[in-house]
């Protein structure tokens, strides 16, 4: 069962582990990113993934993957011995959460495409919203917000 579950990926041109702990996102995009031709080649693009799970459920094994259509483009597989090592949350916690980053050098894409973060678990797997990288113009006239789903 993963309805409890959630992955958000959030999409950028890099990752940067920072003292402390902290990571930097350069470079954020929306939903989606409009080029102005296809095919189109980035330096780099990262996902800065957040999976959480309820704390009475801790993962039993977790496999982040980039996606495009079928083929896979990065992958980071949590290591099972320290997946849910460290100190016990505290007692209010309700949630478990792990990040990760998954990256691509260089990006190319040849005509406009959708990448997911999929989380493969013991229990099924979880989908992000979706990351759309299309050719400008290309929305309807009037489009309003997009949603990811």
Same mark, same amino acid.
């Given at each position: ?63 982040? $993957? +980039?996606?495009?259509?079928? #083929?896979?483009? @990065? ?7 320290? /997946? ?29 495409? $959708? +990448?997911?973060?999929?989380? #493969?678990?013991? @229990? ?7 990351? /759309? ?17």
């Amino acid at each position: 069962m993963t309805s409890n579950r959630i992955v958000i990926a959030q999409f950028c041109d890099d990752v940067r582990q920072e003292i402390g702990n902290k990571f930097s996102l350069m470079g954020c995009y929306g939903t989606d990113l409009y080029v102005p031709s296809f095919p189109i080649t980035l330096p780099k693009l990262c996902a800065f993934v957040h999976v959480r799970t309820p704390r009475e459920q801790p993962f039993g094994r977790l496999t982040l $993957r +980039l996606v495009r259509s079928d #083929e896979l483009l @990065s992958e980071l597989v949590a290591d099972p011995d320290k /997946l849910n090592a460290g100190d016990p949350p505290p007692g209010w916690a309700r949630w478990l959460a792990m990040t990760g980053i998954l990256a691509v050098t260089p990006f190319h894409a040849n005509s406009p495409c $959708r +990448l997911r973060v999929l989380a #493969e678990t013991e @229990s099924g797997t979880i989908e992000s919203g979706q990351f /759309l990288i299309e050719r400008m113009g290309a929305r309807p006239a009037g489009a309003g917000f997009s949603s990811s789903g």
